[in-house]
């Protein structure tokens, strides 16, 4: 498997964090401070990403100017950083960055709603958090999000990079 792109989104620009660990990317959260830490970023592999004009010129600085998540989205997009052959949607926490992991049913008893625990097909969790995540309404949500907004398909998407 190729290596994904990673990214550092500052503060401003949090839902974009949200959204790219949706897409399965690698994508740290945080403020930006000063140069040389832009340049450890850099240094580690990290995209970084900011709505800040103070670091709209700075080498190795993705300035991205919009202000609907959509629309930062797609800014992404057309620079050629995320990529829709990349993708290994609802793969990471969404609240601690972290990949996911496949767990056993037997493992979320008592963690999930009863009737989540009956239904479900599946289950994951965060090895960091212990958050569980399980196919449901919500992901239903978010996928129609994203054909709606962006015109992907999230499902082909991640059933083409496990193929």
């Given at each position: 498997m190729e290596t994904r792109a990673r990214f550092f989104v500052d503060r401003m620009l949090g839902k974009v964090a949200k959204y790219l660990?949706?897409?399965?990317?690698?994508?740290?959260?945080?403020?930006?401070?000063t140069t040389s830490q832009v340049q450890a970023l850099r240094k580690e592999g990290y995209i970084v990403i900011t709505g800040n004009t103070?670091?709209?010129?700075v080498p190795g600085v993705f300035y991205c100017e919009a202000?609907?998540?959509?629309?930062?989205?797609?800014?992404?997009?057309n620079a050629g950083l995320?990529?829709?052959?990349?993708i290994d949607p609802f793969s990471r926490?969404?609240?601690c960055n972290r990949a996911l992991?496949?767990?056993a049913r037997e493992e979320v008893a008592g963690r999930v709603p009863e009737f989540v625990y009956a239904t479900a097909p599946s289950f994951s969790r965060c090895p960091v958090c212990g958050r569980v995540y399980w196919p449901g309404s919500h992901l239903d949500k978010m996928t129609e999000n994203?054909?709606?907004?962006?015109?992907?398909?999230?499902?082909?998407?991640?059933k083409r990079r496990k193929a």
């Open positions: 660990r949706i897409l399965g990317y690698d994508a740290c959260y945080g403020s930006i401070e103070r670091w709209r010129h202000t609907r998540w959509h629309e930062q989205c797609q800014k992404l997009v995320v990529r829709l052959e990349e926490c969404l609240r992991e496949d767990v994203f054909q709606q907004i962006m015109g992907w398909n999230l499902e082909d998407a991640g």
